[in-house]
């Protein structure tokens, strides 16, 4: 089955400092979305990927959607305590509901 | 706007008990959705439903089962609890394959 991996599992970094979470599809996606979840809340929807190579910027956020469509990346530039969470990919194969989910990246800031 | 709106918070329940969770939707979402989230294991996908009358099997179904009573509700039942089970259950709903999931709040179940 499709298998969607992340990593790192956890990121410690000082306040203003940059972070990068990565993620990895054993198939090739027709979506991958991304989604922050606070601690002990629920996952709350970021964005969306579609097209192979795809870039999106949210303020100081950047996705990017690998040119084979089976890689992704969430980028943080001088990150700040709000954002504190676990990151998720989630990824869709071609004419399937099913949304895999990837194992998450753990963000904790340092004052 | 309630969103989606699970029931209950909590529970705890002892091995063999049998228990249901509730989950409605109130934005007329075709596909709804039956997550568990375990420390270091992200979200696995136990079932879900594309539409009203039909269900299909995730990543993790053994010992569950579910029911998609009507377009607003799909609901998860644990026949038998065992302590493997102890987990936070999420239920999502989405408008269809190229739109964001919604969560709930979340139920947090205890298996002793």
């Known amino acids: 089955g499709q298998q969607v991996m992340q990593i790192p599992q956890y990121q410690h970094v000082q306040e203003g400092e940059d972070f990068t979470t990565y993620c990895n599809s054993s198939?090739?996606?027709?979506?991958i979305q991304w989604y922050k979840q606070r601690p002990g809340g629920h996952p709350v929807f970021l964005i969306q990927l579609v097209k192979s190579g795809e870039v999106k910027k949210q303020k100081r956020l950047t996705f990017q959607f690998g040119e084979a469509k089976k890689n992704s990346s969430l980028h943080i530039t001088a990150t700040q305590t709000t954002d504190v969470g676990t990151y998720f990919c989630?990824?869709?194969?071609?004419?399937?509901?099913?949304?895999?989910f990837g194992t998450g990246t753990r963000l904790t800031i340092i004052p | 706007n309630a969103g989606v709106t699970q029931t209950p918070k909590f529970q705890v329940l002892k091995t063999g008990q049998s228990m249901t969770l509730q989950c409605a939707q109130d934005m007329n979402h075709n596909s709804m959705y039956w997550y568990r989230q375990d420390p270091g294991m992200g979200l696995r996908l136990i079932y879900y439903s594309a539409s009203e009358g039909t269900t299909d099997k995730g990543e993790v179904p053994n010992g569950y089962n579910v029911s998609r009573l009507n377009k607003r509700e799909f609901s998860l039942r644990l026949e038998s609890a065992a302590p493997s089970q102890t987990s936070v259950y999420f239920c999502?709903?989405?408008?269809?394959?190229?739109?964001?999931?919604?969560f709930g709040n979340g139920t947090r179940l205890t298996v002793t």
């Open positions: 198939t090739t996606l027709s979506n």
């Open positions: 999502a709903s989405s408008a269809g394959s190229n739109s964001p999931l919604h």
């Open positions: 989630a990824g869709r194969n071609f004419g399937n509901e099913k949304l895999t």
